[in-house]
């Protein structure tokens, strides 16, 4: 049963450029929305989080869309730097401690 | 410590061998997560404590996972008689405050990658 869904398991940008990653859930319950960003051997690092009743949230170069007819969020980078290489993951949850993980893209900036 | 710190970073065990995987939150975060992720996957829930109390096992994939967390600190995943299909990494995650207050996510751990042979 897969909520969330990361259907780019990649994406190759190059630096300064925008990098735009897409996430899509099926539960309409879901009213928090989160991205996470994994380097390897490391655990996921919260990135930015918004809430159903927003469709934007900005902090710094990330920023992040909520299209809630369309039950899509995506993450645009902007710009990309080479320290952004990593896994990003999407998540979801609705006020409840079972929080939905995407499988992630892995996201490449070449210098 | 400054995060969430998981021991140990590898485990190897033989099919049937019983594993504890061990997870030290965050000093006074409340919540504590487990997680489980197969290769290429992102993480599947698994259970949630509340300071001591375990308010939610609905993801253990079956009465052969454990999990406590007896002073509302350290906790411990047991795994009994593993199987192949257990092999994975397991991400432990803590939070200050209780679900529902999610806006800065969880911290997690760097994770026990399980290897069932």
């Known amino acids: 049963d897969q909520q969330v869904k990361q259907n780019s398991p990649s994406l190759s940008v190059q630096e300064g450029r925008i990098s735009i990653l897409n996430c899509d859930y099926t539960?309409?319950?879901?009213?928090?929305f989160l991205w996470y960003k994994k380097y390897p051997a490391e655990g996921p690092t919260f990135l930015i989080s918004?809430?159903?009743?927003?469709d934007k949230n900005e902090d710094g170069r990330f920023t992040v869309f909520l299209n809630k007819s369309a039950k899509h969020l995506s993450l645009h980078i902007v710009p990309s730097q080479p320290g952004d290489s990593a896994v990003y993951f999407c998540?979801?949850?609705?006020?409840?401690?079972?929080?939905?993980f995407g499988a992630g893209t892995r996201l490449t900036v070449k210098p | 410590g400054a995060g969430v710190s998981q021991s140990p970073r590898y485990k190897v065990a033989k099919r049937g061998q019983d594993v504890a995987l061990r997870c030290d939150p965050i000093?006074?975060?409340?919540?504590l997560f487990w997680y489980q992720q197969a290769l290429g996957q992102g993480p599947e829930f698994l259970t949630y404590?509340?300071?001591?109390?375990?308010?939610?096992k609905s993801g253990l994939p079956s009465d052969r996972f454990f999990a406590e967390r007896p002073e509302g600190s350290v906790s411990t995943l047991k795994i009994q008689r593993t199987q192949q299909e257990d092999s994975a990494v397991y991400l432990c995650?803590?939070?200050?405050?209780?679900?529902?207050?999610?806006?800065?996510?969880?911290?997690f751990g760097s994770g026990t990658r399980l290897t069932v042979v």
């Open positions: 918004i809430s159903s009743i927003k």
């Open positions: 539960n309409s319950m879901f009213d928090y």
């Open positions: 998540a979801a949850m609705y006020n409840n401690n079972d929080m939905r």
């Open positions: 995650a803590s939070s200050l405050l209780p679900p529902g207050n999610t806006h800065y996510g969880y911290t």
């Open positions: 404590f509340q300071n001591e109390a375990q308010l939610d």
């Open positions: 000093s006074g975060h409340v919540s």
